[in-house]
Nanobody, 117 residues
Framework: QAQLEESGGGLVQAGGSLRLSCAASGSILDISAMAWYRQAPGKQRELVAAITSGGTTAYADSVKGRFTISRDNAKKTVYLQMNSLKPEDTAVYYC???????????WGQGTQVTVSS
């Protein structure tokens, strides 16, 4: 029943910024954690950033200092503020949500981020 709606992707020049949003709906369960993954062409999908419902965060080394994950628990929305974007940040970014008491996690549809050089 969970539904994740991603938005905010687009084309940006190197050094620019984008903010991704992922809104969760369709479930009565509480969210335990939300995360952003990305998958670049020819590469494995990787964890970019994660945040628990309590606010604990974790980041991939490649984005530390440039990206910030945040959430609005009331809106069940997670954000990824991406600054100082680099061409290597180009990827499809996927939201992932874990619900309390549910084994599986749920994926958003993905949003394309393209950083030009």
């Amino acid at each position: 029943q969970a539904q994740l709606e991603e938005s905010g992707g687009g084309l940006v020049q190197a050094g620019g910024s984008l903010r991704l949003s992922c809104a969760a709906s369709g479930s009565i369960l509480d969210i335990s954690a939300m995360a952003w993954y990305r998958q670049a062409p020819g590469k494995q999908r990787e964890l970019v950033a994660a945040i628990t419902s309590g606010g604990t965060t974790a980041y991939a080394d490649s984005v530390k200092g440039r990206f910030t994950i945040s959430r609005d628990n009331a809106k069940k929305t997670v954000y990824l503020q991406m600054n100082s974007l680099k061409p290597e940040d180009t990827a499809v970014y996927y939201c992932n949500v874990a619900y309390t008491g549910v084994t599986r996690t749920y994926w958003g549809q993905g949003t394309q981020v393209t950083v030009s050089s």
